[in-house]
């Protein structure tokens, strides 16, 4: 159930993302790597002239992801340091996700019946 609740929390996000967001040029400002992938530390200017600092996870493919590098990024307008994302990011990572938890529920399911 776990997977599936972040699957669909990565949704929304990436759905508020495409409604709203805008998109504005960052430069990486650190790089880390984890079991969930690459992060990049990205410093920006928001429309309404503050700069922040937001984690982006998993820049798409064709993202030069290193420290010095500009990227575009889309960001919620309502929330710049939470909801971030590459422009050039898939955001298909919650498909990923979610049938991670799908098969997990199916294979719990199953097993509670054969022991059952």
């Not at 928001?46 to 889309?74: F, H, L, W, Y």
């Amino acid at each position: 159930m776990a997977f599936v609740f972040i699957a669909l929390q990565m949704y929304y996000d990436h759905r508020i993302l495409q409604e709203r967001g805008l998109v504005t040029t960052g430069d990486v400002v650190a790089v880390s790597y984890d079991k969930s992938g690459t992060n990049a530390a990205v410093r920006f200017t928001t429309a309404d002239g503050k700069t922040v600092q937001a984690n982006v996870s998993n820049p798409g493919d064709e993202t030069e992801v290193k420290v010095g590098a500009r990227i575009q990024i889309r960001y919620d307008p309502k929330d710049p340091t939470g909801r971030v994302g590459d422009v050039n990011g898939g955001g298909g990572a919650f498909w990923s996700v979610g049938l991670g938890g799908v098969v997990l529920l199916v294979a719990a399911a199953y097993g509670a019946t054969r022991v059952a």
